[in-house]
């Protein structure tokens, strides 16, 4: 039995860090530890401003007031995405219009985006579901022809590489989640990245009642929220920071046994990367060209193998209860892809066992699916 690559033993690093957190406590100010992760962040993906805050979704809505979106304006999503992307945005008043994707490849579908620019559109929110990633030029060429910015959701993302791009360094902000069970996780958490001095400054006021406030304006004047990482959390997450290489190795590695052991089972097809792609391989994807393969996944999930449709049931955002309104035509792209796809949930816990049973199920109930 072909082992995993192991990872180190956290337990030590985690209380390196959390240990003078805890001691020093109770602390107002927070201590240090937030901006020593901020800067542990930035090293990291080589970017030059991180803010960290409470979530992912609170990175989202940060970065979208950064760049001034609010009532009336309009931001282009992907219908392949999921309501804590879209919340942030209608938070703010703004207005979600939903791209759809190419089955193809995953990534937008750039002449339909097109189509639905306006002269309310203010920004595009590509989401880098599973991990995988976009193609990182067409996005830059799409908003510099529309004079967009460019949010990426890459709360599942970190690690993956397209074209020798980070996947949430490509745009004006990038948005990371470290909620347990992402590569970097520390319970609950977030982060912005960007290069723009002026949107870190925005993100630093927003996510603390507008205070510290950016330079030449007053300390709360203006409305923003509490979205602060918890000194504790950030320490947990500096922990795993520190393992990061060996835990995208771990993820990449626990996808490709899954993926290579289902090669050749009839009706189901491993999705691999795009050319130039190096995938964090969050989640294994698989194209099930089976009948009704939506309830496949549902079925696998009811046996065990936990999935996005099948244990989360997760649908096209535009197909959502609160956003039909007023109705718009659907994304069929974005539909057929979650249709089709069985996106396996993982964790760095799961063993060469736990995958091995997950393939096992998978063979057998493949072969004994009927319409």
Known sequence: MTSLPTVPDRAPLIAAHLTPVLEGMPDPGGGRT????????????????VVAVSSGTAALQAALSALGVGPGDEVLVPALSVVMTVAPLVALGARPVFVDSDPAGLDLDHDDAARKVTSRTRAIMPVHLWGRMGDPVALTAFASAHGLAVIEDAAQAIGTV???????????????????????????????????????????AWRGHW??????????????????????????????????????ELRRAQTHRLLHALGRTPGVRPLLPAPGEEWNGYAPLLRLDLPRPRAFAEHLAVRGVPNSTGTFRLVPCDLRPMFTDPPTAPCRGAAEILDRTLAVVVTEADTVAVLDHYTDVITREAAAWTA
């Not at 791009?165 to 490509?170: E, M």
């Not at 406030?213 to 918890?230: V, Y």
């Not at 504790?232 to 290489?245: E, S, T």
């Open 211 to 248: 205070q510290p406030p950016p330079k030449g304006q007053a300390p709360q004047s203006r409305l923003a929220t509490n979205s602060r990482l918890a000194a504790p959390l950030a320490a947990i997450a500096r922990a795993n920071l520190d393992l990061l290489d060996p835990l995208v």
């Open 34 to 49: 937030v901006a020593e992760l901020e800067h542990e962040i930035a090293a990291a993906l080589n970017i030059e401003h």
């Open 162 to 204: 397209r074209d020798r791009r980070d996947a949430g360094t490509v745009g004006t902000v990038g948005c990371f989640s470290m909620k347990d069970g992402k590569v970097v996780w520390s319970g609950e958490g977030g982060f912005l990245v960007t290069r723009s001095p002026e949107v870190a400054e925005h993100a630093r």
